[in-house]
């Protein structure tokens, strides 16, 4: 969308928060309404036909949160948020205001030095096995601006391209973790099968995600972090195979994702299960609807990045063809 489309809608959704969430609400019933119509005319009887459309929506509360904190509103509703709370806090307390605002004094020069020696380190540096054949792939709308996958894009991108080795695709997971300990809400993924392969890391111990985990039905299984599996779990060496409740549903633990792995190009998450999208679903073949998923892709060995952005742009014009209503153009970012 254009720039001042943009800004408008944003100002819209601080203004009127409830009524940009019904925009949100309308397009899963849209999506809800299309994807089952065609069920229907497929054979399936419609009360299944409502049932399997849901099942590919997935939940709109999520959906809904995923919409309202990707837009630059988001980040000023939290930043008056927490300034509020911060004034708040300061005036009921002089003496500790005082001496907030001298630690800030003496830290900002400090601070300032250590984030420049810093940022070659823990930005430019990853720890990934040929980290500069890692790639993120987003989707481009008609005014260039990016915007997340779809899984039909992500299924024809994979399908076509012979520049990756290997893509995936991954959605945000905040299962609750219940047991003998106190429940706790989770940072977590929904990941494809080559999720791990493309950052060229697989589990420490165990075994990370086949094409048979992620088909619809398939047993529920998770990867665990390092750092959860340590923290809750005491680090069971005999932690594989045994079951964990996420959400109320039994998970199967497959394996432990080594300490080095660190999420620098994708939200961090402690716990990882396959994302067992029905591909053959009409919702997921066609249409702008459904930019909720996070791409990335391994470059094949002796492709460039510039070999990559060449063949995704030769991709869009089957895109335009394959794909109905107003075609993304895949770009590529590091």
């Not at 990707?70 to 004034?87: F, M, P, Q």
């Not at 998770?222 to 340590?230: A, E, G, H, K, M």
């Not at 990882?272 to 919702?283: A, E, K, N, V």
């Amino acid at each position: 969308m254009s720039l001042w489309r943009h800004l408008h809608n944003g100002v819209r959704a601080l203004v009127r928060g409830r009524g940009a969430d019904r925009d949100v609400d309308d397009e899963i019933q849209h999506f809800l309404d299309e994807s089952s119509a065609a069920l229907e005319r497929d054979g399936v009887a419609p009360e299944e036909a409502i049932r399997l459309a849901r099942v590919s929506a997935g939940n709109p509360l999520v959906i809904r949160e995923e919409v309202r904190s990707s837009g630059w509103e988001h980040l000023v509703e939290t930043t008056i948020a927490d300034l509020r709370y911060g004034v708040r806090r300061l005036w009921r307390s002089p003496a500790f205001s005082a001496l907030t605002i001298a630690t800030l004094a003496l830290g900002i020069g400090s601070a300032t030095a250590i984030f420049s020696v810093a940022t070659p380190v823990f930005v430019r540096t990853l720890p990934y096995p040929h980290a500069d054949r890692i790639h993120a792939i987003w989707d481009q709308a008609q005014d260039r601006s990016r915007i997340e996958m779809t899984f039909g894009s992500f299924m024809e991108l994979q399908e076509r391209s012979l520049a990756f080795e290997s893509m995936a695709v991954s959605r945000v997971w905040q299962p609750t973790l219940t047991g003998p300990s106190t429940p706790e809400r989770l940072e977590g993924r929904g990941v494809t099968a080559d999720y791990f392969r493309v950052f060229g890391l697989g589990p420490r111990v165990g075994r990370g995600f086949s094409a048979a985990d992620d088909v619809p039905n398939a047993a529920r299984v998770v990867i665990l972090s390092d750092r959860i599996w340590r923290r809750r779990f005491d680090a069971d060496a005999a932690i594989l195979g045994k079951r964990i409740t996420l959400d109320g549903f039994a998970y199967g633990v497959i394996g432990v994702m080594p300490a080095l792995f660190e999420h620098r190009l994708m939200p961090p998450a402690d716990v990882w299960r396959s994302l067992q999208y029905d591909r053959t679903l009409p919702g997921f073949q066609g249409c702008e609807w459904g930019h909720h998923l996070r791409m990335m892709g391994r470059l094949r060995d002796g492709v460039t990045r510039a070999d990559a952005v060449a063949e995704l742009g030769q991709l869009r014009a089957i895109r335009s063809i394959v794909l109905c209503g107003r075609p993304g153009r895949p770009c590529l970012t590091d």
